[in-house]
């Protein structure tokens, strides 16, 4: 699910931010931007969102800031090798240098940078921000939730008119039986018309597919009440729904029921989309 949160802790001296930024994952996965922070900080801030989340992708960035110090040491043994080396060469004729000449040759400047320990003001603004993360989260999952409702209740409403068609279904199929034996000009009696549509009755039986989907309808309903998280139980009914929706819409031939399974079964596929989105 996408979210942003942010978070600062101060000291007298120093002013720590964390920024989180997640977006949809089927599992959890965690990266980290900006500088490189010790391992235990990293260890820690994994276990914190782990604790808080069950899907997602998580961007952490930390800053800071303090102003580092800088100290510079010089190899005045290498300077004065260097001197000595460069004097017996013909092909230098002074022994002038500057900063600029030191800078470039590895082991005659070392700068050394003091960096303030940011783990603990670190720690205080990770936990803020993973709150104000929730909180947003929170708001885009209403959003989610209305529109994965209105196209429940689609379904829902699909479900109703087509068990009320079924058995309409059935007198379709012996009318059509019906006219393709006129057309050809068959001459077949009452029994082997009604032993052919007992047959295709059998085949194309729409009941069983019908209990599914009210079943897991159902079952989706169900999930909106409960308060933990239900994102991969949504994922798994989704998927046999979709089964049960699919197999409908091969076995209906009448042209406007058809196209309303057809359009329940673009519902389901829009569902499971959403249900990523879903913790």
């Known amino acids: 699910m996408t979210g942003y949160g942010s978070g600062q802790a101060t000291s007298k001296k120093m002013e720590v931010l964390c920024e989180i930024k997640s977006v949809n994952n089927r599992f959890i996965d965690i990266s980290f931007k900006g500088y490189s922070l010790p391992n235990d900080l990293e260890e820690y ?14 961007e952490v960035k930390i800053f800071d800031n303090f102003q580092s110090d800088h100290s510079y040491e010089l190899n005045e ?21 500057k900063l600029s000449d030191l800078k470039d040759i590895p082991g005659l400047l070392t700068v050394k940078t003091s960096k303030k320990d940011i783990a603990m003001l670190g720690k205080k603004a990770l936990n803020i921000a993973i709150k104000n993360l929730v909180e947003s989260r929170a708001k885009e999952g209403k959003k989610i939730e209305k529109i994965i409702l209105a196209k429940t209740l689609f379904l829902k ?4 008119k087509l068990f009320k068609s079924a058995p309409s279904l059935l007198r379709h199929r012996e009318k059509a039986i019906k006219n393709k034996f006129i057309q ?26 019908l209990e599914r989907i009210s079943f897991h309808i159902e079952s989706l309903n169900k999930l909106f009440k409960l308060k933990n998280a239900h994102g991969k139980k949504m994922d798994f ?13 091969v076995k209906i031939e009448k042209s406007d029921l058809k196209d309303l399974a057809l359009t329940m079964k673009l519902k389901v596929e829009e569902l499971r989309e959403q249900a990523l989105n879903l913790e």
Do not use: P
């Open 77 to 97: 043994e290498g300077i004065r090798n260097l001197k000595k080396t460069l004097k017996s060469s013909k092909d230098f004729k002074h022994l002038n240098l």
């Open 45 to 58: 801030i994994k276990n914190q969102i782990k604790k808080k989340f069950l899907r997602g992708s998580f």
């Open 157 to 160: 409403n699909a479900y109703h």
């Open 184 to 209: 050809k000009k068959i001459d077949i009696n009452r029994d082997e018309i009604a032993n052919e549509v007992s047959n295709l009755a059998i085949k194309h039986d729409i009941a069983e597919e």
């Open 237 to 249: 009914i989704l998927q046999e729904l979709f089964r049960e929706v699919n197999t409908l819409s």
